[in-house]
């Protein structure tokens, strides 16, 4: 199981984090996120893929961040549609596709985008896009009806890491946030090695 950390914002913290060597880097580029993100990316070790995350942004902009940013992954969190997710084919970037999911949430609502991205990531239903810290009721995953393997994200902690484990499902990647903070886009190291340990044990 990979490992991405999301919500990065300050440049000491990053190369910190960068470190400890992750899969995979998250820069929210959405202006209502406290962890916006509007400064420069410090080098990172090239097995460190970097991900945008937008919003129900237009095509020009966060194709302008990708190049800003040399970005290897878009992360569309908001109502894009498969025609827009398809947009990307054309491009060097992929694409992780964000559903909230809460009890009610409807399987068949991804197999549009099942051709046009290369992930999904399923995240807590609420108030904000994402970000909420808050976990939803992983059973729900049972009824996955796709072979594709997805990022699993909603406030998860060190303490669920077990209990993900147990769940057998294509899991591709946890993505960690808001559990592993000091303050919003500021991460916290040691809890990350941790985590770290935890995921490889």
Not at 28 to 40: A, G, M, T
Not at 63 to 80: A, C, I
Not at 96 to 121: A, G, H, M, R, W
């Amino acid at each position: 199981m990979k490992l991405k950390i999301c919500g990065m914002k300050y440049l000491d913290n990053i190369q910190e984090v960068a470190s400890l060597q992750p899969d995979y880097l998250g820069f929210i580029f959405y202006d209502k996120s406290p962890r916006l993100f509007n400064n420069q990316i410090p080098i990172l070790p090239k097995s460190i893929q970097k991900v945008g995350v937008f919003v129900n942004a237009y095509l020009d902009d966060i194709l302008d961040k990708v190049r800003n940013y040399n970005l290897q992954f878009v992360q569309l969190h908001g109502n894009e549609t498969p025609d827009f997710c398809k947009l990307f084919q054309q491009t060097d970037v992929k694409v992780i596709k964000v559903f909230s999911v809460d009890d009610n949430f409807d399987f068949q609502t991804i197999i549009p985008y099942e051709s046009v991205c290369d992930y999904f990531l399923f995240d807590t239903k609420g108030e904000n896009p994402g970000g909420n810290g808050t976990t939803f009721n992983w059973d729900i995953l049972k009824k996955y009806p796709s072979k594709k393997t997805f990022f699993l994200s909603g406030g998860i902690s060190l303490a669920a890491i077990d209990k993900i484990k147990q769940l057998k499902l294509p899991i591709h990647a946890i993505d960690v946030n808001s559990k592993f903070e000091i303050e919003p886009g500021l991460k916290n190291t040691q809890l990350l090695k941790e985590l770290q340990h935890e995921l490889s044990s």
